[in-house]
């Protein structure tokens, strides 16, 4: 099937990077976003997201014309939703006494209802935004065919979930292998052709809900084994053990291979997508619901360690380094160092954090500032929440000068003791360790 025009909905990091790869492919490309702000920052020629090498992509997507953005959807030959998929803010599901959390598919459902002047015939509408089982089917289908053309007959209808890594997304995106789950066969083979003008990767098609699952089934499966390091740093502070020896040594053996834990587990994927388990079928997804509970209680235990290293935080100054969800991105999206800090001032600490790829994160009650010597230069205790290259690289003798603190807490074990040692007047507290 021969695509011309492209429409994507939501311009976020998933759906800025793929309107850039096929307009760089040669595709007519409007990107939609209802964020007046994000609209002018592209016609700025500037972007609102960092991720090594989009700026240039978007660039030349645009200064060939073959990229525009718009606030409204017009016709095309396709049209892809990658809009969010959050969670309800207030809005909590209960199952047997146990509390979860829920999707919040307005955003899915506007853009589905925002196509519905301009489907024609033929055309292929495609689902990005990561979703619970069944939506394409239960909730997108039945948007689009209000439009009184028969999904699966008239149009084509297929689920694609994205399935790469903040850091190295322009990469991925062209050679990871990408799931395509029609509606009907037909839909996944017009997807797989959509697709192919820029992925190299390999292209496997299935049925739509089966494609949702895949995506769901990984990042669960990454959140329960990163539930089960959280776990083994709390009993390794029981036990009086270095977890990341332990994991170390453990991981030796030849079909072990133990995550590492730490402030807890953040970002739009591994955080989110086990509850659209646990909402689809509360029944069948106990130990989901045990691993999100987990990891979503880790914030709590570095609180208990910056204790254990500070009594009383009424009035403790503390630098914390990081807010972003993982090292070396400027994704604050469900970050549990933004957890650790909201519960460190709750017990009355005076904050100061640093995050180098996000100078201005606009989190309302956070005092981010803008240099790495400003947070630490008064501080009575530097916490490390997220390995950036520029903190797991201090230097200890320099990092002296800069602060009157010499206690140290590091939650992803990026200090090492032995630099850290008594000649530079640090102690350092490790999580995980007694």
Known sequence: ??????????????????????????????????????LETLHKGAIHIHEPGLREAVANAVSSGNLQVAAQPQAADAFIIAVPTPFFEHDLGEYQGQTYKKADMRAVTSAAESILPHLRRGNLVVLESTSPPRTTTNLLV???????????????????????????????????????????????AAGRDLYATFVTG??????ATTAEMVKLMENTYRDVNVAIANEFSRLAERFGVDVWEAIRLASLHPRVKILSPGPGVGGHCVSVDPWFFVESAPDLSKLILK?????DAQPGFVIELVKKALGSLAGKKIAALGLAYKPNVDDLRESPAVEVVHLLQAEGAVVKAYEPFKLQPGLAGIDAVSSFEEAVRDADALLLLVNHDQFRQVDPAKLAGMTRARILIDTVNAWDELEFDDQHGFQLYRLGVS
């Open 291 to 295: 691993a999100r509970q987990v990891n």
């Open 202 to 207: 390999a292209i496997h098609l299935t049925d």
């Open 142 to 188: 039945p948007i689009l065919e209000r439009s009184g053309l028969k999904a699966g007959v008239d149009f084509y209808v297929a689920y694609s979930p994205e399935r790469v890594l903040p850091g190295q997304i322009m990469r991925e995106l062209v050679e990871n292998a990408r799931v395509i789950g029609g509606l009907t066969r037909e839909s996944a």
């Open 1 to 38: 099937m021969l695509f011309k025009k492209v429409c994507i909905l939501g311009l976020g990091y998933i759906g800025l990077p793929t309107a850039s790869m096929f307009a760089s492919n040669g595709l007519q490309v409007l990107g939609v976003d209802i964020n007046p702000t994000i």
